[in-house]
């Protein structure tokens, strides 16, 4: 996401989770090669879509998931335990 690229992602909840609410990749069934084969054909045969994933990525990133972010969520967890 950082790299500004589109994900694919297997479908754990957390991981689909964020994937599906930020729209910055696919998530698919690490099982299933077919549909790993099928979200790799629907990134690169739509460019604009996957450019668009890949930017919504590395905002997400940028405003969601950075060490200041988490620095805060986890000082927040120590206070609550101390």
Do not use: H, R, T
């Amino acid at each position: 996401m950082a790299a500004g690229l589109p994900v694919i992602s297997s479908d754990i909840p957390l991981w689909k989770k964020i994937v599906e609410e930020n729209n910055c990749g696919i998530c698919v069934s690490p099982l299933e090669p077919k549909e790993i084969a099928d979200a790799i054909e629907y990134i690169v045969s739509n460019p604009q879509k996957a450019e668009q994933m890949g930017k919504n990525g590395k905002q997400a990133v940028i405003k969601k998931y950075n060490w200041a972010i988490e620095e805060k969520k986890l000082f927040d967890v120590y206070e609550i335990l101390s």
